[in-house]
């Protein structure tokens, strides 16, 4: 199919390695690790499709994903329709939609997060205590399990669980919710896109650990800060016609109404 289309296919060492793919494999570069692709094609959940997608950010290559997971919000193509949907990426029958990130400044330097940037107790530990301001102006201290800070595309995630908005992918800013607060006043809160947040470890004694899209990145010791900024359209998803956020929403989470 990539010969028919002229299409130079290269596959990364680590799905060789992970695959036991041979070299004798038809018309495929194995081992090719390219920074520069036209288009990065996925087969699997949101967590590779996640991984993918920062892999790229900020190198204006669309991610074009097809479902191989649980969910798959985030995938254009479910798994029935594997060669269809390989037809059309290497056609490219497909739209590019621009997603934002976050962005964390951490002790050991800037992480990113296509969908959510989260602070979690240990579980091992007391509840925690996590105070947060935007823009210098501080909000409150909640004692809760966590925060969670979500991007539009990561709104459906984490922080819908959480009681969260779920926002349509295109709107600007994010949303910070908490996990299992113990008061009856912490609600979600809409920033805006321009506006920073900071998080601080409120604890004497406790540390947190703080997470980008699900993977444990660094912990947050007793009194430290750190500041989570929002970034406009560093990623690139590319999806067929139809595939909209409505669609998602009603296909992987049943109707919003009855």
């Known amino acids: 199919m990539c010969a028919e289309a002229n299409v130079e296919l290269r596959i990364p060492t680590e799905e060789v390695q992970k695959l036991g793919l041979s070299s004798g494999l038809s018309g495929a570069a194995l081992g090719a690790d390219p920074d520069d692709p036209d288009l990065a094609v996925v087969l699997g959940g949101d967590g590779t499709i996640l991984t993918a997608l920062r892999r790229y950010a900020g190198r204006d290559v669309p991610v074009f994903a097809m479902n191989f997971g649980e969910i798959g919000f985030l995938a254009t193509v479910e798994r029935d329709g594997l060669d269809a949907g390989f037809a059309r990426a290497l056609a490219g029958d497909f739209e590019v939609l621009a997603l934002p990130a976050l962005s964390v400044a951490t002790s050991s330097g800037d992480r990113l997060a296509v969908n959510d940037i989260s602070f979690h107790r240990r579980q091992d530990l007391r509840v925690g205590e996590l105070g947060y301001s935007v823009v210098g102006e501080e909000l409150g201290d909640v004692r809760c399990d966590g925060l969670v800070v979500a991007t539009p595309a990561g709104s459906t995630g984490y922080n819908l669980a959480n009681g969260g908005p779920g926002r349509a992918w295109g709107v600007s800013g994010y949303v910070v919710s908490f996990i299992a607060p113990h008061t ?75």
Do not use: H, I, W
Not at 201 to 208: E, F, K
Not at 229 to 238: D, P, W
């Open 184 to 258: 009856l006043t912490a609600r979600a809160l809409v920033v805006a896109p321009n506006d920073v947040l900071q998080v601080v470890n409120r604890s004497q004694s406790d540390p947190v650990d703080l997470t980008t899209d699900g993977r444990l990145v660094c912990t947050l010791e007793p009194r430290e800060r750190v500041e989570v900024s929002f970034r406009e359209g560093l990623a690139r998803l590319a999806q067929v016609p139809g595939a909209t956020f409505y669609n998602r929403m009603r296909e992987k989470f049943g109707r919003l109404s009855y």
